[in-house]
């Protein structure tokens, strides 16, 4: 079956500090990955997507995610967190069928 | 461009009565999908419609329906509500329906089933 694993429920950074969220993926076939995120209040909203070639893929907002096929991984990371940053952040995959899969989500607070 | 717009907002229903959701998707998106956000079970799919006709559907049971009319708008219904039932149902839309397309979602509409 078709799953999607987010290992981080609830992650607590001070501003500056580098971010690193996993998530790791179990598809058959092709696999198409996304990460969201949903800011207090806010609606869900792509942060980024990856399909194929470079798996060192960049989004909005200087986030960032690399697909590691050996490990069915695809971490999202960010050098420097702001305190605007706080939100849920959720991993999501497909395949040929276009339904999304998503992870648990993780809770990302900033500190000011 | 206006983004994926639900009605209502909010809704309070009793248990054993039905409900209708609306979604209006961004101008000229031609597939919606339907998905439920609980804090226990999370984000699952519902179904995804494209061109009036359901192409997929989640694990949900035969109480959840959907459709989809000639201008790509969306209702889903759920009839004989239950407790469990009470929810965040959000909305997708996204182009064409390939599995590479960006699905953009509305704010989705928040259900107390009492």
């Known amino acids: 079956a078709q799953s999607v694993s987010q290992h981080n429920h609830h992650v607590i950074l001070s501003e500056a500090a580098s971010l690193e969220l996993g998530c790791n993926y179990s598809?058959?076939?092709?696999?198409?990955l996304f990460w969201y995120v949903q800011y207090p209040g806010q609606h869900l909203q792509l942060l980024l997507k990856?399909?194929?070639?470079?798996?060192l893929v960049k989004g909005i907002k200087g986030f960032e995610a690399e697909f590691i096929k050996s490990k069915f991984s695809f971490n999202l990371r960010k050098p420097s967190v702001q305190w605007s940053d706080t939100a849920e952040y959720f991993c999501?995959?497909?395949?040929?069928?276009?339904?999304?899969?998503f992870g648990s989500g993780t809770q990302l607070t900033v500190l000011p | 461009k206006a983004g994926v717009t639900q009605t209502p907002r909010y809704l309070i229903k009793t248990r054993g009565q039905q409900v209708t959701l609306s979604c209006s998707p961004i101008?000229?998106?031609?597939?919606v999908s339907w998905y439920q956000q609980t804090p226990g079970q999370g984000l699952q799919f519902l179904f995804e419609?494209?061109?009036?006709?359901?192409?997929n559907k989640g694990n949900f049971p035969g109480r959840f329906s959907g459709r989809q009319f000639s201008n790509s708008r969306s209702e889903m219904n759920v009839s004989t509500l239950e407790l469990g039932d009470s929810a965040l149902y959000l909305c997708?839309?996204?182009?064409?329906?390939?599995?590479?397309?960006?699905?953009?979602f509305g704010p989705g509409t928040r259900l107390t089933v009492l």
């Open positions: 419609y494209f061109s009036e006709t359901q192409r």
């Open positions: 101008s000229g998106h031609r597939s």
């Open positions: 997708a839309s996204s182009l064409v329906a390939s599995g590479t397309d960006t699905q953009y």
């Open positions: 999501a995959a497909s395949g040929s069928a276009r339904q999304l899969t």
């Open positions: 598809y058959g076939g092709t696999v198409n």
């Open positions: 990856y399909f194929s070639g470079d798996p």
